[in-house]
């Protein structure tokens, strides 16, 4: 089954792209009836390609999982005064626009909390709320500049690196979602809602803890290192004869069994390597020593030698060769859903549900929704009469698409 420990949960997503909906997403994973409210032509995060399925984001439909879709006109009267009618019942709200836009559209923390006290409200931007760059936009690849992450990435003496995946937008999701949760504990005692200020900034800077102690530590600027770690040594990845692995022994007693499997006994006692230290300040000489000695064999024949000696140790796999692993298929990540529109696509699961007895799954994620998908459908659910509805199409402050598509499944509403 998918998470089911927030069901019941009512949470309005106005946000776009990535952080915000990888926050909704994760909640309705999680079991939270999540509404994707979007313009009329539907968010941005729509036009997120290439590659496309059938004229349909891979990204955007990756991200927003689980969700109905009301698309409404956030500029007309009556689409704001039907977001403020839905907002007096429900529990979250998301919203990623920049700083000062919702209260414009009278849809602010302090305009919907006056009739709803326990609301939770999770304003997502680049900088925050305040601040001399709160007034900025900024995206993934701005922030991995900003932060100093950018910094740190790639060889030494080698330009400006970025992480490819958008993990400053992933981990200020994820960071999101759990300051909601705690919100949501504090906004069931008598203290109420809360305006919950999430930066990409300073979730990118969290995301360098470890690095930052460091860096406060010594006084020094992290060098760039590769795939090494610059606090251990080894631990890096390698050259094999068929390819790449990662190697991380500098536990002393894994150090020592891999000078012996790699006939290196003279290292052990070696004053550049005999600890650590010694073998982060003198990384290069080390590597160059290693990369020979692991070209001699292929990566799977490393992999079965350097296990049998409880040095940990992995392949360095493409999208390709994780797909085909065994340890992939174990994951129970795996699943395919019929989209509306892309078609049967593949896709991944809640990475975070109970434990499964058996390789069996009960129950897949929804697809992501199209564009004013669940209009009526949510408009009537949170209270509206269908004359209302209806005349609320017909004006063309919300946009209804239920009757265009034929979709494969039913989401389940009793719960509300």
Known sequence: MLGDSLTGLKVLDFSHVLAGPVASMTLADLGAHVVKIEPLDGEIGRCIGPPWLNGESPTFMSVNRNKRSLAVDLKSPEGRAAIQKMARSADVIIENFRPGVMDKLGLGFASLSEQNPRLVYCSISAFGQEGPLSSRPGVDGIIQAVSGLMSTLGEQGSP????????????????????????????RTERGGQHLDVSLYNATIMLQQASFAAYFAS????????????????????PTADGWIMVVAYHPARWRALCELLALADDVSDDRFSTN????????????ILSERFRARTTAEWVDSLTARDIICAPVLSYDQVMASPEYASSHLSCEVEHPVAGRLRTHRFALGPQHESNEVDEWPTPAPVTGQHTAEVLSLYGMRDDEIEELIRCGAVLDTSTRVAPPYQMEMDSL
């Open 160 to 187: 400006p690196a970025k992480v490819p995946t958008p993990i400053a937008d992933m981990v200020t999701g994820y960071l999101a979602t759990i300051a909601v949760l705690a919100a949501l504990r504090r906004a």
């Open 219 to 238: 006084g020094k600027e992290p060098e760039r290192s590769g795939s090494a770690a610059p606090y251990a040594c080894p631990n890096e990845a390698y």
């Open 277 to 288: 230290d010694g073998r982060v300040a003198n990384r290069d000489a080390l590597r160059e």
